[in-house]
């Protein structure tokens, strides 16, 4: 199993998983040609993914979903609840499936297990993905941690979190407090520190890939990110892989 971004943060966020050719898109908040032109940067055409899975209605997970389901047939899963808010958006694309928060299902060689996260969204799901042998665990775009995502999470092979602001930076920045106390709040994004909080709180034993997403360009920076999950895992902070807004990260093996 691999995985890859085509980038992460608040302009847009999409990452493949891909295992024996089955390859999953989770979420899309790319353009039709901004997201065809990433997924050529990693060898891939659209017409290479078995499904998109979404996890939530924000325009940076799922403004590019239905053009790029609708041109390409391509299969969509998502919550009832992230669905119930977006159906005139995805009326005329053909295959639309609702998916049940604590319930796996499968896409080709791919078990996909949802579960549900604290942020405000309708009903956000964040995700693990296996092929029998590797696990994924992918968490971002959530406010405060919970002991059920900390049971999801633990024993991962491979792992994205979400490291989306330094506290002090946003305390100190250049964003009204509304917008702050939004993003601070448990229905918001982990900083730096709570990320790393909830790292440590996992059976890390398998872990050979952490990458660090959605990182804010205004309020984070990625040296900051890396220091404070090094620190958890006493390892260097090179160690520690950044998804990039407009990079994103090339493929990762989950060996």
Known sequence: ???ASLGSGSEGNALVVESQGTRVLLDCGFGLAATEARLARLGLIPEQLSAIVVTHEHEDHIG???RLARRHGIPVFMTHGTLAGLEPLFEDVADVRPICNYE???VGHLQVQPFPVPHDAREPAQFVFGDGACRLG???DVGCSTRHIESMLSGCDALVLECNHDSDMLRTGIYPQKLRDRIAGRFGHLDNQTAASL???LDNGKLKHLVAAHLSKENNHPDLARAAL????NCTPDWIDIADQDQGLGWRQIR
């Open 199 to 201: 790292l440590g709180k």
């Open 64 to 66: 590019g979903v239905s």
């Open 1 to 3: 199993m691999r995985f």
């Open 230 to 233: 090094a620190t958890v895992l």
């Open 104 to 106: 796996m299902f499968s």
């Open 138 to 140: 992918v968490i971002t």
